[in-house]
């Protein structure tokens, strides 16, 4: 009922950037946050930047200075930059939205996560 994709990740050195890209379709009444997290091998998935409906954002401190999320929560999007990359970033990227949305003749609440994009940084 709800769908988030994500796009963007890839192989990139260290210094270098990136830029993840997220859309939620479906029948989406409306979005209270969205972000991103990652995971990496062996370790739990960590929050990494969220934007809410009130434009108030936060950021993990390991990539603060480095990362920038923007994006439409009305339009149900949300992007992130990330500079001067690190190998510490090499982690699959999820996309995650806390939303409502129309089932059949209910509204329901929903945590929707993204199937993940690989980023991986060279050293």
């Known amino acids: 009922q709800v769908q988030l994709v994500e796009s963007g990740g890839g192989l990139v050195q260290a210094g270098g950037s990136l830029r993840l890209s997220c859309a939620a379709s479906?029948?989406?009444?409306?979005?209270?946050?969205m972000g991103w997290y990652r995971q990496s091998s062996g370790n739990e998935r960590e929050l990494v930047a969220r934007?809410?409906?009130?434009?108030?954002?936060t950021y993990s401190d390991s990539v603060k200075g480095r990362f920038t999320i923007s994006g439409d929560i009305a339009k149900n999007t949300v992007y992130l930059q990330m500079n001067s990359l690190k190998p510490e970033d090499t982690a699959v990227y999820y996309c995650?939205?806390?939303?409502?949305?129309?089932?059949?003749?209910?509204?329901?609440?929903?945590?929707?996560w993204g199937k993940g994009t690989l980023v991986t940084v060279s050293s």
């Open positions: 934007i809410d409906s009130g434009d108030y954002i």
């Open positions: 995650n939205a806390v939303l409502t949305f129309y089932s059949g003749f209910s509204i329901r609440a929903a945590d929707s």
């Open positions: 479906g029948r989406i009444l409306g979005v209270n946050t």
